[in-house]
């Protein structure tokens, strides 16, 4: 309920009492100036609307002296200046713009004050404030540009408008190097090529090298490939009610009924909508107006257009819209994934150009004219049995509408192909719209990433005068010339073989793996861990140098797409298919043994913890890219010397879902998971998240251990040496004993953090019984509590003793170096307190040429002559050309096994038939609870008759 008050300051102003408004204000000083009237006369009106409507010009200066708010709106959308300029008060319109009025407010039927104004002078005045009003909102874009707070103004300016000098806000950005600013800029279409009063371009005010290379693209353009927004008015019947008028909006597969065409346009007061997904739309021949729509939920909706004006062709055209909409609903409802590079459409993206309203009011006449045709045709039939008559009048009249059809649709065509000529220019450019976005994208990457990179060589140059302990870590090369690392990182190779890093990720030259205490032990057991005889050790050829080759001219070219599905060149990949790769986990399946012998939960945890480190361990180096499997590939390994037998599958291609399951042979166990390897590209690196849970089941002590695989990321991708770091943490569950073992594999931010893991064994009580550290590439010890406190507390005093600037050092980030570890161990008496769990196994000194990979990983792809499932990567011929050199035939496979691939997915989306895989079946895992890939054993019945042809 409104104050008297208040009510009295309406009126007052209504009639232009100003002093008396005066004498009410100081009366009342809490009183809301800028209160809306509730009265019919007053409705959501203010005082200042009143006043400004009636032309009371005292009382308007007055209201705004007090503070009244000149760009308050009422129900309609107007403001004072709306209600000023409608009833022609130039005296009101020239006050109110005096106190910051704004001419650019639009109404609820999207006019400003200038486009409601009947009075040709005040309209001149209005329109003249809007461009002052627009020229000062761009002076305050320009100056928080200068003071660099261009994310903190948020208000709508044309951004290529000019300050006194002919400067625009790009001009400004390359004065001052602000190459973040002028991608913003590029991004939101600003144009590069304007020139300032001394005819100079943004790129010819900059001194920068690295600004001029962002400031040598094109603006973007928009590319449209959506369904076109259909509007108009309708008739709504209702079963019982009168019909009812409604503003209509057709809006990406959505039908939305609006009281007024001004909140259709706002978006506001929607009566109600229903989706066109399933839609069908039918008509009436007794009926030129009005068409039904039914929707899939089975609802009607009884719908006419106006008489008066063409209904006929007014229907068309509605029924014609909703229809295109329905199918675009249709299109986005059924699929699955966006449609990206390895998609099975061939279809190319034709862009929607003017001439499409056009041909579609072609189309409406030519679909009008077919009609009028079939009802002519029987009447003319009729006439011709009686010869004698006269033609009828009602058929006269059906020729000439005939004929004005025809005439209509002879125009617009040849409107449409006046337009086809003048759009002929231009087509090719559309259609390649998205190609320079990437552009513009790649070429403001690739300045920044240099600049990302001259910044971190200054850290590390000043970082120089530190201690070894303390330098921030970088893979980049210390003694190539840094300027030819900048400005020539297009021809970065993707491996340099002879040249080591500042800080390289293995050193295994000065490394020792036996321990004083024990060292008859661990030499038995690193032993037992080589390959026995009868498999190879080496590859059929060394691989080729990939010197001449930059990753980044591949990436640069799939921004923003997934990279699982990219086509990387063969060169860039290694002998071995993804499903062959998993099988490196077994590897060191010897601790597997040690873990079903063990006696103890804790020591079978221990174990269990280092054959998941020791997984890790042969990604060393390997930077070669391995083989996307082929959906229904399989790969079976038997090695009877290592204790197990290994099958894998590739169970889904989109997205990439590999299944594997290992049998202990020597002692029982079996190991199975899934993998569905995510990838993200962040610029410099792209980090892999392997996703998936992997079961470990020992069946003496019946004990079920599961666990998810860190992340995996490759750093330096645009600039520097390549180089692998592991990083997140690893939960290892005991579902029996409920025990659990977190590990922990640090980021590299400083050396000693370098490859470094941690890890706690915790039992149902939560309480810590051993501790495990090492190196992910090297080894991995376990300790007891008080023994690692003593470790701890011994390390801590040598570093002291060696080096004054441990204080800044974080206990927890001291090295964990087989050196100290092995003078530790010779201190203690007990094994007990300090054992080594797991030791690396030397790579042979030819394996830098052999894609850096181990003994176990060369003898995966043995040409075996054992009978292998004809799906079995062995067989592939891509990988086989590859082992043996051959890069023109390995790509050329590559490329026809993709394009067999596709042709089958093609031919079993028209069947409508799912891929089912063979080996695999999809159940729920009873140690996590959740679906995955469980082996059905069938492989073991070596019945290869029904795998697919897929090399």
Not at 216 to 238: A, C, I, S, T, Y
Request: hydrophobic fraction near 35%; glycine fraction near 4%.
């Amino acid at each position: 309920k409104m104050e008297e008050s208040e009510v009295k300051l309406l009126n007052l102003s209504r009639n232009g009492r100003h002093l008396e408004i005066l004498e009410l204000l100081d009366a009342h000083p809490n009183i809301d100036i800028n209160c809306k009237g509730k009265s019919k006369s007053t409705y959501s009106w203010t005082a200042l609307h009143l006043a400004s409507y009636f032309g009371h010009t005292e009382a308007v200066k007055v209201l705004l002296s007090r503070g009244a708010n000149p760009n308050i709106r009422n129900h309609t959308g107007d403001t004072a200046l709306h209600k000023a300029s409608l009833t022609k008060r130039e005296e009101v319109v020239h006050c109110l713009l005096e106190h910051s009025s704004n001419p650019t407010i639009a109404n609820d039927d999207r006019k400003t004050p200038s486009q409601v104004a009947s009075d040709i002078a005040i309209k001149n005045v209005l329109e003249a404030a809007e461009k002052v009003h627009v020229l000062k909102e761009t002076e305050k874009f320009l100056q928080c540009l200068l003071g660099f707070r261009i994310s903190r103004y948020g208000s709508f300016v044309n951004m290529d408008t000019p300050d006194e000098h002919g400067n625009t806000a790009l001009h400004h950005a390359a004065m001052r190097d602000q190459r973040t600013i002028a991608i913003v800029l590029l991004q939101h279409g600003v144009d590069p090529s304007k020139r300032n009063k001394q005819g100079e371009r943004a790129c010819d005010v900059t001194m920068s090298s690295q600004m001029k290379k962002i400031l040598d693209v094109k603006p973007v353009r928009q590319n449209h490939n959506m369904v076109q927004r259909f509007e108009g008015p309708l008739m709504k019947k209702k079963r019982f009610l009168s019909p009812r008028w409604h503003w209509v909006v057709l809006e990406r597969g959505v039908i939305s009924y609006f009281a007024r065409r001004a909140d259709a346009a706002v978006g506001s007061k929607r009566r109600f909508f229903k989706y066109l997904t399933e839609s069908t739309v039918t008509t009436r021949e007794d009926n030129n107006h009005g068409f039904v729509v039914r929707f899939f939920d089975g609802s009607f909706h009884h719908l006419m257009v106006n008489q008066s004006n063409k209904p006929l062709i007014n229907r068309q055209k509605w029924v014609d819209a909703i229809r295109e909409h329905a199918e675009y609903s249709n299109h986005f409802v059924a699929a699955d994934n966006v449609v990206d590079s390895d998609s099975e459409s061939d279809d190319p993206i034709i862009p929607i150009i003017d001439i499409k309203n056009i041909v579609q009011t072609a189309e409406v006449h030519q679909k009008v004219l077919q009609t009028h045709v079939e009802h002519l045709t029987p009447l003319i039939q009729n006439f011709c049995f009686h010869p004698g008559q006269l033609m009828p009048t009602h058929v006269l009249g059906k020729c000439h509408e005939i004929l004005g059809s025809a005439t209509d649709m002879m125009k617009e065509f040849q409107m449409c192909l006046n337009v086809m000529q003048r759009q002929e220019q231009i087509r090719e450019s559309k259609l390649l719209d998205e190609c320079e976005r990437n552009r513009v994208l790649q070429q403001s990457l690739q300045a920044l990433a240099t600049q990302h990179h001259n910044l971190e060589l200054t850290i590390e140059s000043q970082a120089g005068s530190a201690s070894d302990e303390d330098e921030f870590y970088d893979a980049i090369s210390g003694d190539s010339d840094d300027e030819d690392d900048v400005m020539n990182f297009e021809d970065v190779s993707l491996v340099e073989a002879d040249e080591e890093p500042k800080y390289h990720a293995v050193t295994r030259g000065d490394y020792d793996p036996t321990i004083n205490s024990d060292e008859s032990q661990s030499k038995s057991e690193t032993s037992s861990l080589a390959p026995v005889g009868g498999h190879r050790d080496r590859l059929a050829c060394p691989m080729f140098s990939r010197d001449e080759f930059s990753i980044w001219h591949i990436l640069r070219q799939c921004i923003g797409k997934e990279l699982s599905k990219i086509t990387m060149p063969v060169i860039f990949n290694e002998p071995l298919s993804f499903i062959q790769r998993l099988c490196e986990y077994m590897e060191y399946s010897c601790l597997l043994e040690r873990a079903c012998n063990a006696e103890d939960s804790v020591q079978r945890m221990e174990y269990v913890a280092a054959f998941a480190v020791s997984a890790l361990a042969s990604q060393l180096d390997r930077l070669g890219k391995p083989f996307n499997p082929l959906l229904g590939e399989t790969y079976g390994y038997e090695r009877s010397d290592l204790g197990f037998t290994w099958v894998s599958e590739q169970v889904s291609h989109h997205p990439p879902v590999s299944a594997f399951h290992a049998t202990g042979t020597k002692h029982p166990f079996t190991f199975h998971g899934s993998v569905h390897p995510k990838l993200k590209f962040w610029g410099k690196s792209v980090e892999i998240e392997p996703r998936g849970w992997v079961t470990l089941h020992l069946k003496n002590p019946d004990e079920t251990y599961t666990w998810t695989n860190p992340k995996c990321s490759v750093h330096n991708i645009v600039v520097g040496k390549l180089w692998i770091e592991q990083h997140g943490v690893m939960e290892i569950t005991n579902h029996r004993t409920i025990s659990e073992c977190y590990i922990i594999l640090h980021p590299c931010w400083f050396k000693n953090d370098l490859n470094k893991v941690e890890a706690k064994i915790i039992d149902i009580s939560k309480q810590t019984v051993r501790i495990l550290e090492g190196d992910w590439t090297k080894h991995l010890y376990s300790f007891s509590v008080d023994a690692h406190e003593r470790f701890v507390a011994t390390a801590t005093q040598t570093n002291n003793g060696t080096k004054q600037k441990s204080s800044r050092k974080k206990t927890q980030n001291s090295s964990t170096s087989s050196d100290d570890i092995a003078s530790f161990m010779t201190s203690q008496d007990d094994d007990v307190m300090c054992r080594c769990l797991w030791e690396v196994q030397e790579r042979p000194d030819w394996s830098v040429e052999m894609y850096n990979m181990t003994r176990f990983a060369m003898s995966l792809n043995a040409d075996e002559s054992k009978g292998h499932a004809p799906t079995d990567s062995r067989l592939r011929p891509d990988i086989r050309a590859l082992e043996n050199g051959d890069i023109d035939g390995a790509s050329g496979e590559k490329h026809r096994l993709e394009e067999k691939q596709r042709s089958a997915r093609k031919a079993r989306g028209k069947k409508k038939a799912e891929w089912t895989p063979r080996w695999f079946e999809r159940r729920t895992n009873d140690a996590t609870k959740s679906d995955d890939w469980i082996f059905n054993e069938k492989y073991l019945d070596s019945d290869w008759s029904k795998c697919p042809d897929i090399f």
